[in-house]
């Protein structure tokens, strides 16, 4: 079947830190890959996706590469900043399922101190 | 509208009890989705609406839980005679065709939080 495995968190950085937050999957297709956000008071927003391998996807300094033979697609940005303290869900949407279903991880809270 | 809508934001209500949940999905978009998060979890896929289709109902945990939709407009989803673990927060999503696209991001709205006590 399709899952998703994300790194647990929370996380907590400073500004200008390295992020990674690792995310794999497994699917019974050929899946495309996504990163969805929640920021504080807000619902989960399209930030970034890959649609077939070696893909890398990239939004507001974030970036993923769609790695098949890892089955991975993990999130990272150069050096974050407060602003990007949020839960980010990895997610995947499988062609041989219900159309546009998607298969979230558990989510990773980021929180990113000044 | 500008985006998805849902309410109510949040809801507390009695063990036993029903409720109802609506979202009002973003004009245009036929495909409509329903997920639940429980605390710690991640989404739950529940139901997923597109068009005149049959629903397809295969996420639904259990026959309490029930929804409907007209058309491309309003959904409801019913969860009957509620327990505690039905506590979580029930999001919904809308995105235009997926037929076209499968890769078509999916709009979400802010969900209802639902506590039962």
């Known amino acids: 079947g399709n899952s998703v495995t994300q790194m647990e968190g929370p996380v907590t950085l400073s500004e200008e830190a390295f992020l990674t937050i690792n995310c794999t999957y497994t699917?019974?297709?050929?899946?495309?890959l996504f990163w969805y956000v929640q920021y504080p008071g807000e619902g989960l927003q399209l930030l970034l996706k890959?649609?077939?391998?070696?893909d890398k996807g990239s939004n507001k300094g974030f970036e993923a590469t769609y790695r098949k033979e890892t089955t991975s697609f993990h999130l990272e940005k150069g050096s974050v900043q407060v602003s990007d303290s949020a839960v980010y869900f990895c997610?995947?949407?499988?062609?041989?399922?219900?159309?546009?279903?998607?298969?979230f991880g558990r989510g990773t809270q980021l929180t990113v101190w000044p | 509208g500008a985006g998805v809508s849902q309410s109510p934001s949040n809801k507390v209500t009695e063990k036993g009890k029903d409720v109802e949940l609506r979202c009002d999905p973003i004009?245009?978009?036929?495909?409509l989705y329903w997920y639940r998060q429980r605390l710690g979890q991640g989404l739950e896929f529940l139901i997923y609406f597109q068009g005149n289709s049959a629903p397809d109902k295969s996420g639904l945990p259990s026959d309490r839980f029930s929804a409907e939709r007209t058309g491309e407009s309003v959904s409801t989803l019913t969860i009957q005679r509620t327990q505690q673990e039905d506590s979580a927060v029930y999001l919904c999503a809308s995105t235009p065709d997926p037929g076209r696209s499968m890769n078509t991001e999916a709009f979400f709205g802010q969900g209802t939080r639902l506590t039962v006590v």
């Open positions: 997610a995947l949407s499988d062609r041989g399922s219900t159309l546009g279903r998607l298969y």
């Open positions: 890959a649609t077939k391998a070696d």
């Open positions: 699917a019974t297709g050929y899946p495309s």
């Open positions: 004009s245009g978009h036929t495909a």
